[in-house]
Every structure is written in C-alpha cells, then in structure tokens.
C-alpha cells in the first residue's frame, strides 16, 4: 500500500502564506490523481484542489486565485501554495493519492492543521 505524510500546516495571520507538502511512500506504484481535501470544524470534508497525473488542475471556487496545486510526479508529492489566507481557511488539510497500480484506491494522509487568525 501507500502511505502519505503531509506537512507545512501551521498557524497565520490573515493574509499571509503557507505551502503545504505531501509525500507519498511505499512499494512501487502508480498514482493517477493527487489532490487536497479540508475539513473544518462541523463541516464536512470539501475538495479544495487536485492535479492529474497529466498536469490539469482543478480548485474550489473559494480558493481559485489564491491557491495553487502542483506536483512532481518522479517524487511522488504534492503541494498546495496558499497566498492570502482567510480565517475561513482554517482547517484541517488532508493528502489524497488516487492509486491504479497494483490496486485502485484511495489514500489518504493523516491531515495538517491550518489555523488563520483574523
């Protein structure tokens, strides 16, 4: 199987930036989509952006010009670049990796807190 770290999280001020980054690991693979879901507190888990593994993006209306999603392929991670950072950002972030070799799944990372003070 794959597992998947995240990292980056932290706490910011409105405005500012943070990069997130997550590695995937294990015995060889192949990844087709990779992407990050949030969760913030009682809401449910929302798709803020994902790549292919042919590089075509796609980003939550809510993020579209502040973030940006990016990944290289030979390393097997992904990154979330987040510039202007509201409060309603604040969540929890979590690494996907969609498997297709040797077996289809789904993988998660174990999530990084984001946390934006106004």
């Known amino acids: 199987q ?3 770290v995240e990292s980056g999280g932290g706490l910011v001020q ?3 930036s943070l990069k ?3 590695a995937a690991s294990g015995s060889s693979f192949t990844i087709d989509d ?3 879901y949030r969760q913030a507190p009682g809401k449910g888990r929302e798709l803020v952006a994902s ?3 042919g590089g075509i993006t796609n980003y939550a209306d809510s993020v579209k ?3 940006t999603i990016s990944r290289d392929n030979a390393e097997n991670t992904v990154s979330l670049q987040m510039n202007s950072l509201k409060p309603e950002d604040t969540a929890v972030y979590y690494c996907y990796a ?3 070799w040797p077996a289809i799944s789904r993988n998660w990372g174990p999530g990084t807190q984001v946390t ?3």
């Open 65 to 67: 010009g502040r973030f």
């Open 34 to 36: 990779m992407g990050w």
């Open 116 to 118: 934006v003070s106004s």
């Open 2 to 4: 794959v597992q998947l």
């Open 14 to 16: 409105s405005g500012g």
């Open 51 to 53: 790549v292919t593994s």
């Open 98 to 100: 969609d498997v297709i």
């Open 20 to 22: 997130l980054s997550c």
